[in-house]
């Protein structure tokens, strides 16, 4: 049956006038090794009563008490059984005690001896140890609470104490524990006390040496473990980082993990530029119960904790609001920053910029909200400083692979529209280069040939070349555009003099043709349309001749233009002529004219480049376009969509980029801002 009661509980009680004191385990065994070599140097045979917490920890020193057990036959050693150890009567008495009982978490050594006297009654701070916590045991950081003393009265009533629960564990014993008392607690002739002090001074010096070392060891432990732990946490965010192109996957990974490596209640990694006045928070890390400032507009211009880190290029830190700033350049805590700093409990502020190259790309916001906060460590710094860094390296990688998606994709429009060439070449300058190689050819081989027959053939040649040249300038136009190299120019301008720039287009080029009558009904007065001109009239344009090519001379145009929304107006420009089939109304059949070029030439007799570049420049402006039709021989309809001009929603939006963000806070920052490449 197990005791639970602690000895040095016991022996405290009994002697209330000691204290005890901290020991590390180094220092122990060494205290241990010193009273056990006084015994092995002398000559007396003392009572030795040695506890151990498991069985391993004897078999380690098991070696020491055989050589012990030969100065004297009062060797008691106990230890809790893991395998081999029980009790037994060989070189020494050994007790196994059950591992429930309280020696099982103490330290205990007492010898008493006729010139030497020394206890040493411990406990482990840790508690009940478990047996596979190896690396635990072992450590020699290990701290005892306990009485370590050469009194020979404190070293007597331990002594009787571990005799009790010798007693208990093994009462066939009792025989020769009486001896032990008799001769060692209860002598006929009274023992010097004085005998053993004369080491004590050098001993206590040595134990002081080994826990001043003790500490000095776990200081250095701490400071390694804590650099340790950050420099996992840097690696940490730089894999996190580089697993992802994704600048939003970036800040989001980077907000999580230095938020809860470094265990603040809320963390920020927001984007901005030099010139902006508010950033909007889309990533934050946030202690349950603070209020959230994800989605809120956070103010960066007027701002003068942000301005001073930007314009110290470094970081900023707060201890605590309203005390000084760390750093050179102190700014004014602003009322309305103060107010912001109260409403989402911000105690105290760490401010580091994400900067690439003295290029701002953001900003590392970390807020304590919490009064008993500590002050911001220089590690602490040094550590956001160098993930900010590493922030700024995978943005840039990510605005390079942008960059580079965006190169791919003109590079493959670029691809595609050389195709489309050579096919469209291929299959629509055949015809024209015939004619024109026929017609020189005859002219050429035909000395004879009358007068008549000689113009017709140069008309004809004429003709297909200003065709031929007409097509190349429609390829270039859609390459431009599809390539987006076009530099669009909107403005307010007027619709209905696009619309009649467009129509004396067409009637310059067709002098000799009869067009269908064109009709343009008045509207009622329209808004400005915002837009480029020149392009909005090569629009109006092509869908003209468009019109008036499939149209007869006896058929009609008519050109409409009406409301579409409060936003944007519709202009259609319809005709009576052959209209599309059904199953090649507006689709691809007429976007993607190479893909159906076939089709599309077999319907309407051209090539579908008209309308091919009238798509990529209404979506230019992003706009829409379509067709309508009832079917063959019954007209068809082409409309668009094109934005108007509102001067109010325009003077509002410029109202809006002068005034910043709803949480602007007034400036007090140098009005000279910071330029940056």
């Given at each position: ?626 067709a309508e039709s009832a079917g063959k021989n019954q007209g068809s309809a082409f409309h668009f ?37």
């Amino acid at each position: 049956m197990s005791i639970p009661h602690s000895l040095l509980a016991e022996l405290i009680a009994a002697l209330p006038a000691l204290r005890s004191q901290t020991y590390f385990k180094s220092s122990l065994t060494a205290l241990s090794h010193a009273m056990e070599d006084q015994v092995l140097a002398g000559q007396e045979q003392p009572l030795i009563i040695a506890s151990f917490q498991r069985e391993r920890f004897y078999r380690q020193e098991a070696h020491r008490y055989r050589r012990l057990a030969e100065k004297t036959d009062q060797v008691y050693v106990l230890a809790a059984p893991e395998t081999e150890f029980k009790h037994s009567s060989d070189a020494h008495e050994t007790i196994a005690f059950s591992p429930d009982d309280s020696l099982a978490q103490e330290w205990h050594l007492v010898i008493l001896g006729e010139q030497f006297t020394s206890c040493l009654v411990c406990q482990e701070r840790t508690g009940a140890i478990a047996a596979s916590k190896d690396d635990l045991l072992m450590d020699n950081s290990r701290r005892f609470e306990g009485i370590w003393t050469f009194d020979r009265e404190v070293a007597g009533i331990a002594a009787q104490f571990l005799l009790q629960r010798i007693l208990h564990y093994r009462p066939e014993l009792a025989a020769k524990l009486e001896q032990a008392r008799q001769r060692y607690l209860f002598p006929s002739t009274p023992l010097p006390t004085d005998s053993s002090r004369s080491s004590e001074p050098f001993v206590g010096r040595l134990i002081t040496y080994l826990q001043v070392g003790q500490y000095k060891l776990i200081k250095a432990n701490r400071s390694l473990a804590t650099k340790e732990q950050r420099e996992r946490l840097l690696n940490s965010v730089i894999a996190a980082m580089r697993d992802s192109l994704d600048p939003h996957e970036i800040l989001r990974v980077a907000v999580a993990k230095l938020g809860e490596g470094l265990n603040v209640c809320r963390c920020l990694v927001y984007r901005c530029k030099i010139q902006d006045r508010h950033a909007t928070i889309s990533d934050e890390y946030l202690r349950s119960g603070l209020p959230s400032l994800r989605g809120q507009a956070w103010p960066i211009a007027d701002n003068p904790l942000i301005q001073a880190a930007i314009a110290a290029r470094g970081p900023l830190s707060v201890n605590h609001i309203g005390a000084e700033l760390v750093g050179q350049n102190q700014p004014v805590l602003t009322p309305r920053l103060l107010e912001l700093a109260s409403h989402y409990a911000i105690v105290s502020w760490l401010l580091v910029p994400v900067l690439y190259q003295d290029r701002l790309l953001g900003m590392v916001e970390l807020h304590q909200c919490q009064f008993a906060a500590p002050d911001w460590r220089t590690e602490d710094i040094e550590l956001v400083e160098a993930i900010a860094t590493q922030i700024g390296v995978a943005l840039i990688q990510a605005e390079a692979y942008a960059n580079l998606e965006d190169l791919n994709q003109q590079l493959e429009a670029l691809d595609r529209t050389r195709s489309n060439l050579v096919a469209i070449t291929g299959h629509e300058l055949r015809t024209p280069l015939s004619t024109i190689q026929v017609c020189l050819e005859s002219l050429a081989s035909e000395p004879e040939m009358s007068q008549e027959l000689r113009q017709v053939m140069l008309n004809t040649a004429l003709s297909d070349a200003e065709r031929m040249r007409t097509l190349i300038q429609d390829f270039l136009t859609l390459s431009q555009l599809e390539s987006g190299r076009i530099q669009w120019h909107p403005e307010p301008i007027s619709l209905g003099e696009c619309i009649e720039l467009a129509l004396c287009n067409i009637r310059a080029r067709n002098l000799k043709t009869d067009l269908p009558q064109i009709n343009v009904p008045e509207s009622p007065e329209l808004p400005l349309v915002r837009a480029d001109g020149e392009w909005l009239v090569e629009v109006l344009a092509k869908l003209l001749d468009n019109a008036c090519k499939f149209t007869g001379a006896e058929g009609q145009v008519r050109v409409q233009v009406s409301r579409n929304s409060a936003q944007s107006l519709e202009v259609i420009v319809a005709d009576t002529g052959r209209g599309i089939e059904p199953k090649f109304a507006w689709s691809e059949y007429l976007i993607d004219f190479i893909k159906k070029k076939e089709r599309y030439a077999a319907v309407r007799g051209g090539t579908g480049l008209g309308l091919a570049i009238c798509r990529q420049i209404v979506n230019g402006w992003g706009g829409e376009i379509w067709a309508e039709s009832a079917g063959k021989n019954q007209g068809s309809a082409f409309h668009f969509t094109i934005p108007t001009f509102n001067l109010a929603a325009e003077k509002n939006s410029a109202d809006r980029d002068a005034s910043g963000a709803v949480l602007a806070l007034p400036s007090a920052s140098d009005p000279n801002e910071l330029k940056t490449d």
